[in-house]
């Protein structure tokens, strides 16, 4: 199973959005509904900030929001915080019964 | 509260084996999987496998099936990961993560245990 595709890294200033895309196939994101979104700071532990493409876990700020078309989910951040900066995952239940992650993502707050 | 608690730190030789611990507290530790998830250093998240604590059943990636164990001790509400064979590249912090349902996200971790594969 191969890796859900992510851009390398983004970036943003205070109070503007950024959005991450997690592209993957017609296995994975395609068929499922089970797109999850993880925050990780440096020497942290992920966190879960998006589960089943759009819902948030209590205790998320409303600023993160999550969709999907096609093979593709996305994670909006909007009026970025400094404290955002971290690397974002994004994974999918696959085909295959196994799950598969994105590569990550660095947001950076300039 | 709801927490996973991992053991410490290890340092093995290329060849040993290895078994992390992730013990379970706050919640009801049979109603929800355990999925161990690895990450080498600078590099992105890895998914291994995951173990039901009611029933035992697991499931393994394709890479980890042969060379990964997972078990799990329902009276002391603990999972465990064993590696054996170990090689360099296996150095990474290894994650426990908990489940609700069989498609469902890892909504709690635990704080990771680095281990180190050095001659």
């Known amino acids: 199973q191969s890796a859900l595709t992510q851009p390398p890294s983004v970036s943003g200033s205070p109070g503007q959005s950024v959005t991450i895309s997690c592209t993957g196939t017609s296995s994975d994101i395609g068929n499922y509904d089970r797109v999850s979104w993880y925050q990780q700071p440096p020497g942290t532990a992920p966190k879960l900030m998006i589960y089943e493409v759009t819902n948030r876990p209590s205790g998320v700020p409303d600023r993160f929001s999550g969709s999907k078309s096609d093979n593709t989910a996305s994670l909006t951040i909007s009026g970025l915080q400094a404290e955002d900066e971290a690397d974002y995952y994004c994974?999918?239940?696959?085909?295959?019964?196994?799950?598969?992650f994105g590569g990550g993502t660095k947001l950076t707050v300039l | 509260q709801v927490q996973l608690v991992q053991s410490g730190a290890e340092v093995k030789k290329p060849g040993a084996s290895m078994k992390v611990s992730c013990k379970a507290s706050?919640?009801?530790?049979?109603?929800?999987?355990i999925h161990w998830v690895r990450q080498a250093p600078g590099q992105g998240l890895e998914w291994m496998g995951w173990?039901?604590?009611?029933?035992?059943?697991?499931n393994y990636a394709q890479k980890f099936q042969g060379w990964v164990t997972m078990t799990r001790d329902t009276s002391i509400t603990t999972a465990y990961m064993e590696v054996s064979s170990l090689r360099s590249d296996d150095t990474a912090v290894y994650y426990c993560?908990?489940?609700?349902?069989?498609?469902?996200?890892?909504?709690?971790w635990g704080q990771g245990t680095l281990v180190t594969v050095s001659s």
């Open positions: 993560a908990r489940v609700r349902t069989y498609t469902g996200a890892f909504d709690i």
């Open positions: 706050g919640y009801s530790f049979t109603n929800y999987y």
């Open positions: 173990i039901k604590p009611n029933s035992g059943d697991t």
């Open positions: 994974s999918s239940y696959t085909s295959n019964r196994t799950r598969v």
